[in-house]
C-alpha cells in the first residue's frame, strides 16, 4: 500500500522539543521532494518546511529551531523541532511534490500526496 506517515506529535512544554518522522511505505523516497506543512485549528495550512535532494528551506518563524533532515536509506524524513512554542501547536503533515520535481517550495498547492497528520500540542 502506498503511503505516508507521520509519527512522533504529542504534549510537549513550551522550550521543549520534538522529532517528527515521515515514513514512506510502498514506494521509496529518493525521488521526490518531500515537505512538512501544519495546520491549526481555525486556520489555513502552511508550508513548516521542504527538503529537495539536498536543499532545504524553512518559513520564517520556524528559522533557527525546526531542522528538516532526510534518511533514504530508512525512507523517512524528519522534522527536528526544538524551542517549541504555543504557537507551533497545529496538525503536522508531510507531503510529497510530484515525482523528480526539484521546487523548493512551501506551497501547499504544489504537493499532491499528503499523509494523515501528527499532532502537536505546545502547552504548559
Known amino acids: 500500500q502506498v503511503q505516508l506517515v507521520e509519527s512522533g506529535g504529542g504534549l510537549v512544554q513550551p522550550g521543549g522539543s520534538l522529532r517528527l518522522s515521515c515514513v514512506a511505505s510502498g514506494f521509496t523516497l529518493d525521488s521526490y521532494s518531500i515537505g512538512w506543512f501544519r495546520q491549526a485549528p481555525g486556520k489555513e495550512r502552511e508550508g513548516v518546511s521542504c527538503?529537495?535532494?539536498?536543499?532545504?528551506v524553512y518559513t520564517d518563524s520556524v528559522k533557527g529551531r525546526f531542522t528538516i533532515s532526510r534518511d533514504n536509506a530508512k525512507n523517512t524524513v524528519y522534522l527536528q523541532m526544538n524551542s517549541l512554542k504555543a504557537e507551533d501547536t497545529a496538525l503536522y503533515y508531510c507531503?510529497?511534490?510530484?515525482?523528480?520535481?526539484?521546487?523548493?517550495?512551501?506551497?501547499?498547492?504544489?504537493?499532491?500526496?499528503w499523509g494523515q497528520g501528527t499532532q502537536v500540542t505546545v502547552s504548559s
Open positions: 507531503a510529497l511534490q510530484p515525482r523528480g520535481r526539484r521546487a523548493l517550495t512551501l506551497s501547499v498547492a504544489e504537493y499532491n500526496f
Open positions: 527538503i529537495t535532494r539536498l536543499t532545504t
